[in-house]
């Protein structure tokens, strides 16, 4: 392919970019993220990130880690660091799980429930102001969306979280 048949497909493709779901979906999380940041407080000073994804897949009855690994997409090195930094803060335990003694739940502390519920309530403003923005039926529509595209990649998906 010469030169000039490339930067016509390239043009044609950046004619697109507001409809680029790959730019699209990684800007909404940068955003995200930084709201998360300011938004979220954390009773120890800076969040991390990575923390997240483990703490919000705990329920209120605790969560296997193979579970927490499965929903969140995190490896099982990168979940068994983040359990012990938020052991140390007091914020998850793990206790061993009543249906399966060889088995382990991790739990939320008091502290981490309480944390936890703050920000919920946070994501809860940022989501009315969602719907202020676009109104309720597309915020349902986006979600909805959103939710059919990531079952579509978990159904196809042949990756383990071992390769995230």
């Known amino acids: ?27 909404l999380r940068r955003h995200l993220d930084n709201w998360g940041h300011t938004a979220i407080k954390s009773p120890w ?9 483990v703490i ?16 969140s ?28 003694k060889r088995s382990e739940r991790l739990c939320l502390t008091q502290a981490g429930k309480e944390w936890v519920l703050e920000a919920y309530m946070q994501l809860e403003k940022l989501t009315n102001i969602y719907i202020d923005l676009i109104g309720e039926k597309d915020l349902l529509i986006a979600a909805t969306v959103l939710g059919k595209i990531i079952a579509y990649h978990e ?9 995230v």
């Not at 000073?45 to 994804?53: A, W």
């Not at 159904?155 to 390769?163: G, L």
Request: aromatic residues 6%.
């Open 73 to 100: 997409m995190v490896t099982k090195q990168s979940l068994s660091r983040t359990v012990k930094e938020l052991e140390e803060k007091g914020i998850i335990t793990t206790k061993t799980d009543p249906k399966d």
């Open 155 to 163: 159904q196809t998906d042949t990756s383990s979280a071992e390769e």
């Open 56 to 71: 919000f897949n705990i329920s209120v009855d605790g969560t296997t880690a193979v579970d927490i690994t499965r929903r």
């Open 1 to 27: 392919m010469n030169n000039n048949t490339i930067e016509q497909q390239l043009k044609k493709y950046e004619k697109q970019d507001d409809t680029n779901w790959q730019k699209l979906v990684y800007t």
């Open 45 to 53: 000073g800076q969040m991390k990130l990575s923390y997240y994804p």
